[in-house]
C-alpha cells in the first residue's frame, strides 16, 4: 500500500475554494486515490476518488497530474460545516479484500 | 436503506474486562472491516470478515478477535482490556468494489 502525505491542518473562510493537496510517490499502477472526511466522533464518509486527470461530483473535485505521484481535493465555496478531518487513501480498487489504510489526515478549519 | 449500524454507542468498562462490540453492515454488503482510532488519530486496520473467515488483519494482538455471522453482521471481541483500549471503535461495510460505508463508531473507555 502506498504511503501518502498530506498537511497536518489548513484553515480557510467561509466561501473560500480549499485545496488540499496529498503525496504519494509510491503510488501503483493498479491505485486508485480515495478521499474521506470524517466529523467528531462520526465515521468517515467518503468523498470522491480518482485514478487520473479530474473527476467532480457534487461536492468535491479531485485534480490528479498525469504522473499520478500527487492529488489534490477541491472543496468549492467552502462553508462553517466543511470543517472536519480530511483523509487521502491510496490502494487497489480490485476487490472487497483491498483493505483500506488511513494516515493522519488533515485537520480543515473554517472560520466565518 | 440503513447504513452501517453499529452498538452500543458508548461503553465504559473497567481494566481486565471483556467487550463485544457489534456492527450491521449496510444491506447488501458481504465485507465488513473494524478499525480502532484513539483521539487525534486515522483509524487503524483491526482486520476484515468476508464469508465468515477473518481475512487480513492488522497489527493487533490476539485479545482482538471477532466474528461474522451467516446475515454478515459481525462482532468484535477485546479481551483483557488495558487502558490503551480507550477509542472510537469503527466498523466499515463493503461488496466488491464498491467504496466502504462506515458507521458512527462505539466509544469504549477503560477506567
Known amino acids: 500500500l502506498a504511503k501518502t502525505t498530506q498537511p497536518i491542518s489548513m484553515d480557510s473562510y467561509e466561501g473560500q475554494e480549499v485545496n488540499i493537496t496529498c503525496s504519494h510517490n509510491?503510488?501503483?499502477?493498479?491505485?486508485?486515490i480515495t478521499w474521506y472526511q470524517q466529523f467528531p466522533s462520526q465515521g468517515p464518509r467518503f468523498i470522491i476518488q480518482?485514478?487520473?486527470t479530474k473527476v467532480t461530483n457534487e461536492v468535491a473535485s479531485l485534480f490528479i497530474p498525469a504522473d499520478r505521484k500527487s492529488s489534490t481535493l477541491s472543496l468549492p465555496r467552502v462553508s462553517l460545516s466543511d470543517t472536519a478531518v480530511y483523509y487521502c487513501l491510496v490502494g487497489e480498487q480490485r476487490s472487497s479484500a483491498s483493505k483500506i489504510i488511513f494516515g493522519s489526515g488533515t485537520r480543515l478549519s473554517i472560520r466565518p | 436503506d440503513a447504513g452501517v449500524t453499529q452498538s452500543p454507542t458508548h461503553l465504559i468498562k473497567t481494566r481486565g474486562q471483556q467487550v463485544t462490540l457489534r456492527c450491521s453492515p449496510k444491506?447488501?454488503?458481504?465485507?465488513v472491516s473494524w478499525y480502532q482510532q484513539a483521539l487525534g488519530q486515522g483509524p487503524q486496520f483491526i482486520f476484515q470478515y468476508y464469508e465468515e473467515e477473518e481475512r487480513q488483519r492488522g497489527n493487533f494482538p490476539d485479545r482482538f478477535s471477532g466474528h461474522q455471522f451467516p446475515n454478515y453482521s459481525s462482532e468484535l471481541n477485546v479481551n483483557a482490556l488495558l487502558l490503551g483500549d480507550s477509542a472510537l471503535y469503527l466498523c466499515?461495510?463493503?461488496?466488491?468494489?464498491?467504496?466502504?460505508?462506515f458507521g458512527s463508531g462505539t466509544r469504549l473507555t477503560v477506567v
Open positions: 509510491n503510488i501503483a499502477t493498479n491505485d486508485y
Open positions: 444491506s447488501g454488503h458481504d465485507t
Open positions: 480518482g485514478y487520473k
Open positions: 466499515a461495510s463493503t461488496l466488491g468494489t464498491a467504496g466502504y460505508t
